[in-house]
């Protein structure tokens, strides 16, 4: 699966990108959005799935301001729609740093009895069979616990309403992930079927 990224990334030339932070710094002429509207990709498709791609792959450590502005407007969102928009501000940056920090981490990490990734192992939802699947795909309360009061200190039984909104947000990152995946899948089979028509014709 990392192979295979890497060489979507490299095919479609997803390299210098141009972001909010580095503007004057960077020789790249075009931006994220500008760069993937070039070569035939929507990038509303996934904006967050892009940016991470970049984060895990490319290194693209300028992208995670805009990666994190779009997981702090879910975040906010996630607590407006549970809590009826009663809860604290800072549970917002808290929850959106502990997911990504949690995903960046877990980019490499796999289930040692299957190898399947963490990130698919969130997305099956507890459908797995594998007990290092299972376990694998809670991250350790443990950990996202220490990972989460490094931004919002609070005692672990406090931490156990925030966990559930925790792990929503870690897995919709790993769905906007899958989606930028799929669409430069998608591009790449597009191109595909026009070279064999080309040949064809």
Not at 56 to 85: C, I, K, N, P
Not at 86 to 115: D, G, N, R
Not at 127 to 134: A, V
């Amino acid at each position: 699966m990392m192979i295979h990224i890497e060489k979507l990334l490299s095919k479609y030339g997803l390299d210098s990108i141009r972001f909010n932070d580095d503007y004057e710094n960077s020789d790249a002429s075009l931006s994220l959005e500008e760069q993937l509207a070039a070569v035939g990709i929507i990038w509303d498709q996934s904006c967050a799935g892009f940016l991470l791609l970049l984060i895990q792959h490319r290194s693209q450590h300028y992208a995670l301001t805009d990666l994190m502005h779009l997981v702090f407007q879910q975040a906010a969102q996630q607590l407006a729609d549970e809590w009826h928009g009663f809860y604290p501000q800072q549970a917002v940056s808290a929850l959106s740093l502990a997911a990504v920090k949690i995903v960046i981490q877990s980019h490499t990490a796999a289930c040692q009895h299957c190898s399947k990734d963490i990130a698919q192992s969130y997305l099956d939802d507890g459908k797995s069979t594998c007990e290092g699947c299972i376990h694998a795909s809670t991250f350790s309360n443990e950990a996202k616990f220490q990972i989460f009061s490094q931004q919002l200190p609070m005692s672990r039984a406090c931490f156990v309403q925030y966990n559930a909104q925790l792990d929503r947000l870690i897995r919709w990152l790993y769905e906007q992930r899958d989606s930028a995946v799929l669409a430069l899948d998608e591009k790449a089979g597009r191109d595909r079927g026009s070279i064999s028509a080309t040949l064809v014709a």
